[in-house]
């Protein structure tokens, strides 16, 4: 489970945040949707303890993730992004350098890249340097990465950027099967499809708050109307930043 409470932080002269709280729960896709400059990609990287936050909580299991950080991250996945792979490495090296660093022993760590390798349908690159990947072969890699310590809760920047079809059906079927095995998934994203067919809730933000939380069914009730591009817009104010 993930939760913040008031976060707040100032970037240069921007108040990037300013008081966010939401909650995303385990066994649930959680979509973080905003404006470009809305504060998403400063919120996720803030639960990661990558950014201190000025004031507020920011909780992955009940635990803090500036007082407690090793065991929250060790309850957090984080997918990075795709493009900042090292190019050197093969994916069963590069998965296997970040199950140990998640802290998993030598023989655990090799049975969880077996294991992750299979479900991502990884084989037939796995022994490949990953320099000159595909942006799917990225997003794979980057995701087994992510989920090879099977962590209670994945957190995922814009997933799909760039993505074809092929590689985002993948994604969206794991992002699917680790909602059915009872993980938190919580992901930022601008494409309005994707967030109203994945997500059971959708948390909606500009200028760094809260403007509400609620199944893509209940946004598009409590603005009387039909899609969720529609009950966005209406929310936000705006159509900026957001793609169909
Ligand atoms: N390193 C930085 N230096 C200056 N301003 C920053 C920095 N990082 C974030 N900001 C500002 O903080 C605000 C929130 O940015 P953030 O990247 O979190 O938004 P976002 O919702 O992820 O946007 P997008 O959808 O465009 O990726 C923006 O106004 C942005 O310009």
Known sequence: MIEVKGLKKKIGQVQALDGLSFKAENGQ?????GPNGAGKTTALRTLFGLLKADEGLALVNGL?????AMAAKRALGLFPDPFGLYERLTPREYIHYFATLNGLGSKQAHTAVEAVLSRMQMQDIADRPCKGFSQGQRMKTALAQAIVHQPDNIVLDEPSRGL???STRIL??????????GHCVLFSSHVMQEVA????QVIVMARGRLIVQGSPEELCQLTGQASLEEAFIQLIGTDEGIAA
């Not at 803090?64 to 407690?68: H, L, T, W």
């Not at 969206?172 to 095995?181: A, E």
């Not at 067919?197 to 059971?200: P, S, T, V």
Request: with cysteine; net charge neutral.
């Open 172 to 181: 969206r079927q794991t992002l699917n099967d680790l909602k059915r095995q």
């Open 164 to 166: 074809d079809v092929m």
């Open 197 to 200: 067919a994945l997500c059971d």
């Open 29 to 33: 896709i959680t979509g973080l949707l």
């Open 64 to 68: 803090d993730v500036q007082r407690q």
